[in-house]
């Protein structure tokens, strides 16, 4: 396993986070366990969840997953201190969290509190805000004219992000947390917190993570770039666009108890022609690589410069084997310029 700093922090993560979202609808407890102690014997130092998973989000399922991964946790207490676990407090929009509210400091404290709570434990290692306040260019939101730029206050927005960062400067100095980062942001975003940060002695964010696929590679050149040299760690979710560069949602196909049969809170946006034509050329292409279409979707998303560890899921164990496997793959002058061929027709997907 390689692994790679987090951003400007002082922790070295692996470049494979585990996931945990299936974790309390598609996955039990067992489950969860079984993929943790894998992970782990691959070398994988890194988990990723969030104060709303399971998804789809509910109210009857929200926090399921962090209570998951605490009883795992709680079992296995020595082995604490040789993770990196990240949580997320939800944006405004989930009514059965505090009432669908924006993030605030007081927000922050009170999430990680109850984060804290359900993970048993005394520290959460990475703390990310799972999207901003305003509307953000993501979810299929990126199109031009698709999220009024012009009528966003910014001035109320950055007030909003300095008393944000208080917040989580007090949980950073009661141990609570020891690093802050983003989720679902953009470049003014990152900025703006950097320089806040800057001004009023505040944390400074080490991390995004943003959707990055084959399907979806709008943040490069340019919000990878700003992370590069402001030593943000740049953290993909969603490498294979929630499954469907596995090819296995091609010609409509819907596996049972896959992602696509449950409801989904935005829709099946990514499922476009667009979409469907790509993914099965990349099918094509692995193939005659002699690689999975997983694989060769996975260690594209590693290989590309300024990806710092990118956020894997699955809901059984072969499946996590086969993305992990992915990361041992090399991506060779040849297949690089067959992936780019594709990616210069289909672009922008959904």
Request: glycine content about 6%; some cysteine; hydrophobic content about 35%.
């Amino acid at each position: 396993m390689e692994f790679s700093r987090l951003g400007s922090s002082n922790i070295e993560v692996s470049r494979v986070c585990l996931g945990s979202m299936t974790w309390g609808i598609q996955n039990n407890q067992s489950d969860a366990n079984l993929q943790i102690d894998y992970a782990i014997n691959q070398g994988i130092n890194f988990i990723d969840t969030a104060e709303m998973y399971p998804i789809p989000p509910s109210a009857e399922t929200s926090g399921q997953t962090e209570a998951i991964l605490g009883n795992w946790l709680n079992n296995n207490k020595a082995k604490r201190h040789d993770l990196v676990v990240a949580s997320k407090i939800a944006g405004p929009g989930l009514k059965w969290i505090r009432e669908g509210d924006q993030i605030t400091g007081k927000n922050v404290i009170e999430a990680v509190n109850s984060s804290l709570k359900r993970l048993k434990t005394d520290y959460i290692d990475l703390y990310q805000l799972h999207w901003p306040n305003r509307v953000s260019p993501h979810f299929g939101k990126q199109w031009p004219n698709q999220i009024p730029l012009t009528t966003v206050n910014a001035a109320e927005q950055t007030d909003q992000m300095h008393d944000i960062l208080t917040g989580l400067s007090q949980c950073v100095t009661e141990g609570k947390i020891r690093y802050c980062g983003l989720s679902d942001e953009t470049p003014w975003g990152i900025n703006t917190y950097l320089k806040l940060a800057r001004e009023h002695n505040l944390p400074k964010m080490v991390s995004i993570q943003n959707e990055f696929s084959l399907l979806h590679s709008k943040d490069w050149p340019y919000l990878i770039e700003n992370c590069v040299h402001e030593d943000i760690a740049y953290l993909p979710w969603s490498p294979l666009a929630t499954g469907m560069l596995t090819g296995k949602y091609l010609n409509g196909t819907r596996p049972k108890g896959s992602r696509w049969t449950l409801i989904q809170r935005n829709g099946l946006f990514r499922d476009t022609p667009l979409a469907q034509q790509a993914a099965e050329k990349y099918c094509q292409l692995a193939k005659s690589y002699h690689m999975t279409p997983a694989e060769l979707a996975l260690a594209w998303c590693n290989h590309i410069d300024g990806v710092s560890s990118t956020i894997i899921g699955a809901t059984s164990i072969i499946q996590l084997k086969e993305n992990i496997n992915a990361f041992s793959k090399p991506i060779s002058d040849e297949l690089s310029s067959d992936i780019e061929e594709i990616l210069k027709q289909y672009p922008a997907t959904f």
